[in-house]
């Protein structure tokens, strides 16, 4: 089985940084994007920002020059640098990445998620 592991949520005032980290593990053959996504109360799941394994980054209009997102290929995991935080960026955030697995000689493709972790911005 593959899990996700989500870390570095927490409380911060507004104009704060956090960082979140999120560790792949299980029997992947290899991961192509990582990502992140948030959920804010009564909101649709919203994309925040992918990377892929070449490094190539993604980011939704509303965090650009805010938020960075990198990866540890050799870790699996991947980071959101999260600067000039707002109160609008309170969500719960989750950790998505894609991944080939192999069973029996054949190699699947799945996409997995995280358990989310919450992010709290006071004004």
């Known amino acids: 089985q593959v899990q996700l592991v989500e870390s570095g949520g927490g409380l911060v005032q507004a104009g704060g940084s956090l960082r979140l980290s999120c560790a792949a593990s299980?029997?992947?053959?290899?991961?192509?994007?990582m990502g992140w996504y948030r959920q804010a109360p009564g909101k649709q799941r919203e994309l925040v920002a992918t990377?892929?394994?070449?490094?190539?980054?993604n980011y939704a209009d509303s965090v650009k020059g805010r938020f960075t997102i990198s990866r540890d290929n050799a870790k699996n995991t991947v980071y959101l640098q999260m600067n000039s935080l707002k109160p609008e960026d309170t969500a719960v955030y989750y950790c998505?990445?894609?991944?080939?697995?192999?069973?029996?000689?054949?190699?699947?493709?799945?996409?997995?998620w995280g358990q989310g972790t919450q992010v709290t911005v006071s004004s």
């Open positions: 990377i892929t394994s070449g490094g190539s980054a």
């Open positions: 299980g029997s992947i053959l290899s991961i192509n994007y």
């Open positions: 998505n990445s894609d991944g080939v697995r192999r069973i029996d000689y054949s190699d699947y493709l799945e996409v997995y």
